[in-house]
């Protein structure tokens, strides 16, 4: 018996402590940007379109290098990569917040996003080999490592509007630093070195493909936001369609694939995909127009934007933590949809918000997006790591997340077209979307099973 198969529930509880520390990171700089970005603009002099890739370059890294981040897991240990991956990050994190340009910023943020992505897949390997045999034990862990992700991500806001008032904007990305030191000595204490998968080549061709085909995909949506959908912006998303299409190719040929195709083919696991993009595409397309619209439609300071969000920290905490009962009572499926359907009574409630709205308007909306997203997302990690072989944990939950991510920045390019000059407008036709595209993201979770 290895040492992660024999882990106490005690010794559960700390790696999946520290596991949620690089969660935790990566989650919290998707966000906490947001309410900074009035003041980057004025320290640069920096138009909106550069601001939206202040976020989008991050996400845009993160996304492209998630499925690599989980095969280099997967093949080297998830304990080094993950302490590398720490490492990194706050590296990086220095470094944005000693930029001296809008370029040198997007470029900090690229560097970041490529760190954060050997965080996710590694950091959830450690929780697959350290509850292996263990189903409860493990919607559990992954339940309080989500509601790690789903704090920082609502709370984003709140520190980073009190970051920015207090000492500027350079200290939201100063703050990763302890964040970063603190996880890697805990990791170093309690999670075992968990032997690397057997040798098996690296799928360059695979990995190359991925890379490629994400960049182009997901800066082709960026920029087609506001250049128009014509141009490169069109020529990098077909160019992203077919390179995709190519990664598919390769590995359903390659004799050791990056992407386990053949556990995609379960329902779990498909469906985790698909789901997981929509919430992903809804709520980080959202927070950006809803940055946007608190500082520029209301007027409001940074600080009190970021104590508005503070609704979405609270729930995202309850749902997360009531989610592995729940599924232990009700089954996956059922909670997914019930978490989906949720969420998308939230995003129809911020639709209804106007250029005059107060913060006591948004509450409704705010507590039911997080409430709904918190229940959805532990049910279909877990059922994902549950359908899929141990040692194909990172490189299908580096799947899972790139997909999310993808969807991600989608969302922020799309809805902060929709957004334009009148964010208001933007808004509410943003929430009239968020809903609908939820809705049907409930119906492929409810849609029955097809006989063998």
């Known amino acids: 018996m290895t040492q992660a198969m024999s882990t106490k529930p005690s010794r559960l509880g700390w790696i999946t402590a520290a596991a949620s520390f690089g969660f935790l990171v990566t989650q919290l700089d998707v966000t906490i940007v947001n309410v900074a970005l009035d003041a980057i603009g ?61 370029l040198a910023l997007i470029l900090a943020r690229v560097a ?14 450690l929780i697959a080999h350290a509850a292996h045999g263990d189903d409860r034990a493990r919607v559990t862990a992954v339940g309080w490592w989500t509601a790690a992700g789903g704090v920082s991500i609502a709370a984003g806001p709140v520190l980073g509007g009190l970051l920015v008032e207090a000492v500027g904007w350079r200290w939201v990305f100063f703050v990763n630093l302890p964040l970063c030191a603190a996880g890697a000595m805990l990791t170093l204490l309690v999670a075992p070195t968990t032997p690397p998968r057997p040798k098996v080549p690296f799928d360059i061709p695979g990995q190359a493909l991925a890379v490629a085909a994400v960049t182009l995909l997901v800066g082709g949506l960026i920029e087609g936001g506001h250049r128009g959908w014509n141009g490169w912006p069109l020529l990098a998303l077909v160019s992203g369609l077919l390179l995709a299409a ?23 696991a498909w469906t985790a995909v698909v789901v997981g993009s929509a919430l992903n595409f809804t709520y980080y397309g959202l927070i950006f127009v809803l940055g946007l619209y608190m500082l520029r439609a209301l007027h409001w300071a940074p600080g009190k934007a970021g104590i508005a969000f503070l609704p979405l920290t609270a729930t995202f905490v309850l749902s997360n933590l009531v989610s592995g009962g729940l599924v232990a009572r009700l089954g996956a499926r059922t909670v997914t949809a019930g978490g989906v359907l949720i969420a998308a009574c ?8 106007g250029p005059d709205s107060g913060l006591l308007e948004m509450m409704p909306g705010f507590a039911l997006i997080p409430g709904g997203m918190g229940l959805a997302i532990p049910a279909l990690t877990s059922g994902l790591l549950a359908s899929v072989d141990r ?27 929709l957004a334009g000059t009148d964010v208001a407008a933007g808004l509410r036709m943003s929430g009239v979307s968020a809903a609908v595209i939820l809705v049907g993201a409930a119906a492929v979770i409810l849609l029955p099973a097809r006989r063998a």
């Open 391 to 417: 040692h194909d944990a990172g490189a299908a939950s580096g799947t899972l997340n790139a997909c999310r991510q993808v969807g991600g920045a989608a969302g922020v390019a799309i809805f902060g077209a």
């Open 246 to 268: 190519a990664f598919v190719w390769v590995e359903r040929h390659a004799s050791h694939p990056a992407m386990p195709l053949a556990a995609f083919r379960k329902r779990p």
């Open 112 to 125: 970041q996003g490529a760190a954060g992505a050997l965080l996710i897949p590694p950091s959830l390997a």
């Open 346 to 353: 939230g995003y129809a409630l911020t639709a209804r918000l």
């Open 42 to 102: 004025k320290a640069f002099d920096a138009p909106t379109a550069q601001l939206q890739w202040v976020v989008d370059a991050y996400v845009l890294a993160l996304a492209a290098m998630l499925l690599s981040a989980g095969a280099i897991g997967d093949r080297v240990g998830p304990k080094r990569a993950f302490m590398a991956g720490l490492a990194l990050f706050g590296l990086a994190s220095a470094a944005c917040g000693v930029a001296g340009s809008p």
